[in-house]
Each structure stands twice: as C-alpha cells, then as structure tokens.
C-alpha cells in the first residue's frame, strides 16, 4: 500500500505534470495508493465560496483527471474549507484546497477512514488529521 503526499501546486505546468504523474502512477499501481496534501484545485463550484468564482473548465480538468485515474475523494470532517484569504473584508475567499483522494481498493481496506479539518489561525492551508474509526458501533 502506498501513500503519497502531495506539495502545494500553485502553477498551471506544475498542476500539469502532477495530473501526468497520477495517470502514471495509476497505470503503474495494482496495490491501494492515497495522495494526500494541497492539490490547489477543486473538485466542485461549492468548494469555493467568496471573490470570483473559479472558471468551470479548470473545475472540470481536474475533477476528469481524477475520475480518470480511479481517485475518490476520502471523506472530510469540520469546516469545509481548507484555505482562506482576507477573511472579515469585501475580498474573503475560502476554499477547499487540501484533501485526501484514494483509489477504490485503498478505501476498501480503510472503508471508515475520514479527513478530520483542524482549523488554521492563518491563510496557510490548515491541518488535518486521518482517522480510521474501528466501524464498531459501539451501541
């Protein structure tokens, strides 16, 4: 099982070769792989709230490059943004910048794993913590 973490991808050429490295990788791993970390891209129009809104077709570019490698996004628990800017003025931005995408034989083996959003005092992308619950009841 592999788990990758992923850097910051702030540049269109950079985002680029990380999509060309997923497929690659896909094409490459029989085995459960995650990437982790701030992929600087969404998924959704709702992951954005504040400013101008992201264009559709970068929206669509990277949720396409993901469903085409088999990626599912791991789900997230607490705020639903990861990063902000400017908050408490007429330019607040937040988005959903960080997350966890693994394949389907990754969740399968960890079917209650969860993103936990640990809210940052600064614009840097806030932390998050992984969690594997048992999946007993309890009750």
């Known amino acids: 099982m592999d788990v990758h ?20 990788l896909a094409r490459q791993k029989n085995l459960p792989w995650c990437l982790m970390g701030d992929f ?16 559709n077709w970068l929206i669509r570019g990277f949720r396409k490059a993901t469903q085409a ?3 599912i996004d791991v789900p997230m628990e607490g705020y639903p943004f990861t990063w902000f800017k400017s908050l408490g003025t007429v330019r607040a931005v937040e988005e959903k910048l960080n997350r966890a995408m693994a394949t389907n ?5 960890f079917p209650n794993a969860k993103l936990e ?13 992984t969690r594997q619950n048992s999946g007993s009841s309890g009750s």
């Not at 973490?5 to 690659?24: A, M, P």
């Not at 034989?105 to 083996?109: A, D, F, H, R």
């Open 5 to 24: 973490r992923v850097l910051q991808l702030s540049r269109n050429w950079q985002k680029k070769r990380f999509l060309e490295f997923i497929r690659g």
């Open 40 to 55: 600087n891209d969404i998924l959704h129009a709702d992951e954005k709230k504040g400013r101008a809104t992201r264009p």
């Open 69 to 71: 490698t088999g990626l």
């Open 105 to 109: 034989s990754w969740m399968q083996l």
């Open 117 to 129: 959003n640990l809210v940052a005092p600064s614009s840097d992308p806030f932390s998050y913590l």
